[in-house]
């Protein structure tokens, strides 16, 4: 069974850091496009960051140079880390499996990890 | 970035009958190669993550049930519930995933009247 686990959320103030880990089980992280989507509180969804099966990256402009994505094949999980937070990154963020090379939509969402940016 | 836009922001549909959810992406997010449409549709009840119901505009996810459906080409699409049922309470999300930044609708708010 296919299971995502998130993990590293919580409290920490303007300028901070946190990384998040997303622990996978029932599939190997590394054979899968891997993503992190956000959401604010009682707003939308919102695209954070890819990593590519070969290994490339890719962050929205909202992200992009504070945010690294990066896995642990060894264990299986992936990895967000996040530094010189804001106040609008606050948000549930959630680990997500892409279905099939970018073709088939993301088929498997974590329960996500609340992240607040708050002194 | 590819701007969607869904309409309506939040619909009320009696039970059994027909919702309709539209999405506009702001260009072409056909994939020439295979001539897909890269366009998904999730769903979030509260307090849970989306789930996938619809890939490639009109592809159904394992497992969803047949009252869901996509349609669409180019840049106008639609997801249909042929007979709404009280557990597809829900936000209904469409995305393009063709092209980074991958983006979403802002979300459609389907109730029952």
């Known amino acids: 069974e296919v299971q995502l686990v998130e993990s590293g959320g919580g409290l920490v103030q303007p300028g901070g850091s946190l990384r998040l880990s997303c622990a996978a089980s029932?599939?190997?992280?590394?054979?899968?496009?891997m993503t992190w989507v956000r959401q604010a509180p009682g707003k939308g969804l919102e695209w954070v960051s890819v990593i590519y099966t070969i290994g490339s990256t890719k962050y929205a402009d909202s992200v992009k140079g504070r945010f690294t994505i990066s896995r642990d094949t060894s264990k299986n999980t992936l990895y967000l880390q996040m530094d010189r937070l804001r106040a609008d990154d606050t948000a549930v963020y959630y680990c997500v499996r892409d279905k099939a090379d970018g073709d088939n939509g993301w088929d498997y969402w974590g329960q996500g990890t609340l992240v607040t940016v708050s002194s | 970035d590819i701007v969607m836009t869904q309409s309506p922001d939040s619909l009320a549909v009696s039970l059994g009958e027909r919702a309709t959810i539209n999405c506009k992406s702001s260009?072409?997010?056909?994939?020439?190669?295979?001539?897909?449409?890269?366009l998904a549709w999730y769903q979030q009840k509260p307090g849970q993550p989306p789930k996938l119901l619809i890939y490639?505009?009109?592809t159904r996810d394992s497992g969803v049930p047949d009252r869901f459906s996509g349609s669409g080409s180019g840049t106008d699409f639609t997801l249909t519930i042929s007979s709404l049922q009280a557990e597809d309470v829900a936000v209904y999300y469409c995305?393009?995933?063709?092209?980074?930044?991958?983006?979403f609708g802002q979300g459609t708010r389907l109730e029952i009247k």
């Open positions: 995305q393009q995933y063709y092209v980074t930044p991958f983006t």
């Open positions: 260009q072409t997010i056909l994939y020439s190669s295979n001539s897909k449409e890269y």
């Open positions: 029932g599939f190997t992280v590394k054979n899968h496009y």
């Open positions: 490639w505009a009109s």
